[in-house]
């Protein structure tokens, strides 16, 4: 009998332990329902909703207003006695710096004696320009000289040769000619004659008649005759003689 009443005790002590719980859950639960929550049943609103074709402007902030600082009390300025104006410098008109450099490198005076001597050489060398130019002037008036003498010179030999050599065709003419016998004083016949080189006749023609036909007629065919005619072997006085003026005298 005692072996079977201890769990029955034990049992027992396990039951009221837990009922002692459970009115404590009990008396919790009551006292958080009662002063914890406020069961008011409210009916719900209605929702309102406003359409906007733009969204609003935020809403700005305010502007707080700064209360001005009280103003500073003004002392009036002290009065400053002005001090005299300096005086101006005057300075001196500045020069480019090129004329100061030629001021800095200024050469020294030269002495009188090295003066009279730099004096003396220009006169020295305007004396012997001038000397030169009257030597270059004598010698070109000179060689001018010269060369009109010697070009005389060559126009009278030149001319001295063609006199020679008309007097030589005059000769030949002459020896020619067949004299027609007592004609009254010194008739002179002139003819034109056209000559090639070498000598040889073109054209002979009566440019005066000496008034005596058989006078005239015995000089032009005397001319025909002497062919060729005497000319000088410089083809270059040729020209002087391709058209020959010749008088024939009947005394001569």
Known sequence: MSAIAQPNSAKHDRLLQAGVLALLVHVGFF?????????????????????WSS??????????????????????PKKVKPLPPKP?????????????????????????????????KKQKARV?????????????????????????AQAAVKHNLIDEYKAKILAKIKSNIRMPTELPGNPIAE??????????ILD???RTS??????????????????????????LLFPNFRNLSLKVHYLE
């Open 31 to 51: 006292i958080f329902m009662t002063f914890g929550l406020n069961w008011k049943t409210h009916p719900p609103e209605g929702m309102v909703v406003d359409l």
């Open 55 to 76: 969204l609003p402007e935020p809403p700005k902030p305010p502007v707080q207003k700064v209360k001005p600082l009280p103003p500073k009390s003004v002392q009036p």
């Open 88 to 120: 101006k410098k005057l300075t001196a008109p500045t020069k480019p710096d090129i004329a100061l450099k030629k001021e800095k490198i200024k050469k020294p005076k030269p002495k009188p004696v090295e003066q009279k001597q730099k004096i003396d």
């Open 128 to 152: 012997a320009a001038e000397v030169e130019r009257l030597q270059k002037e004598h010698q070109e008036e000179e060689e001018r000289r010269l060369q009109k003498k010697a070009a005389g």
């Open 191 to 200: 003819f034109d004659v056209t000559l090639l080189p070498g000598g040889e």
């Open 204 to 206: 002979v023609r009566l």
């Open 210 to 235: 000496s008034g005596f036909t058989t006078f005239d007629r015995a000089v032009e065919r005397a001319i025909v005759l002497s062919r060729p005619l005497p000319v000088p072997p410089n083809p």
